[in-house]
Nanobody
């Protein structure tokens, strides 16, 4: 099983970035994004439940970020708009094949497979 993130980088406040997470080696029931800023806990950002395409967001990104999935490419995207300096973090893609409750999907414990992370830096 492999999860490969791409799309991170440096952007000015108010700008946009799109992260991609390409999965291989297994079929997942849901794929999520977490982020970790220096000195802080890793926190839930968003998740995509593949069947039937349900999306979950943290309150801090709702309305600014959009998560979507491409079944043919087995890839999940995180479109990040109206970026703020506080969005600066390493963003991790994660996935799991289990059918869990939405509350569990919002937690780190709900994921058994993780990518290496991609840095997102938002300058003020």
């Amino acid at each position: 099983v492999q999860l490969v993130e791409s799309g991170g980088g440096l952007v000015q406040a108010g700008g946009s970035l799109r992260l991609s997470c390409a999965a291989s080696g297994s079929a997942f029931h849901f794929t999520g994004w977490f982020r970790q800023a220096p000195g802080k806990e890793r926190e839930f950002v968003a998740a995509f439940i593949w069947n039937p395409g349900i999306t979950l967001y943290s309150d801090s990104v709702k309305g600014r970020f959009t998560i979507s999935g491409d079944n043919a490419k087995n890839t999940v995207y995180l479109q990040m708009d109206s970026l703020k300096p506080e969005d600066t973090a390493v963003y991790f893609c994660a996935a799991d094949p289990r059918r869990l409750a939405k509350a569990e999907i919002r937690t780190r414990a709900g994921y058994n497979y993780w990518g290496q992370g991609t840095q997102v830096t938002v300058s003020s």
